[in-house]
């Protein structure tokens, strides 16, 4: 069964696409939204991601004898005190760039966002952050953040 939303049939049995603006919206065939805009191969993920205060107090910003981030982020101005700004900042500095899909597991996809945070002391990193798009809720949610080698650490 096809549908139409604003002008537009639906296509395949499950999703199809919606306009809006330069991209579309993927559909679900029940009129729902998955919340991933694409523009051409470009990837955008929704503005609605949820970001666990524990992944940034207890992973990122909490000193760790392996895989310590909080040093690196710490060069950067980012503080356990002050955790909500690194939130604020991955929402408003990296979550507009790009994201490209890196995985699709039986939970979801799983889609990296590359990009320069710039901190609160004005240094900048170069990151790489992942998400992952929950298969059952369509809830986009970050994993974790790690220096972009390929950008080079700035």
Not at 25 to 39: I, N
Not at 61 to 88: C, E, F, M, V
Request: with cysteine.
């Amino acid at each position: 069964m096809n549908r139409v939303i604003d002008g537009v049939d639906l296509v395949g049995d499950n999703v199809g696409i919606k306009s809006v603006r330069r991209g579309v919206w993927l559909v679900a065939q029940d009129g729902a939204e998955s919340g991933r805009y694409v523009a051409g191969r470009q990837v955008k993920l929704s503005k609605d991601v949820l970001i666990s205060d524990e992944k940034l107090t207890k992973d990122l910003l909490a000193p760790r004898r392996r895989n310590d981030k909080s040093r690196w982020l710490a060069q950067a101005g980012y503080h356990l005190a002050t955790w909500s700004i690194l939130r604020h900042d991955l929402l408003r500095q990296i979550l507009p760039n790009d994201a490209s899909l890196v995985e699709r597991t039986p939970y979801g996809e799983m889609d990296e966002i590359r990009g320069t945070l710039k901190g609160p002391n004005g240094k900048t990193r170069a990151v790489c952050t992942i998400w992952m798009t929950e298969k059952t809720t369509q809830a986009t949610k970050f994993i974790t953040m790690y220096p972009d080698r390929k950008q080079g650490t700035i």
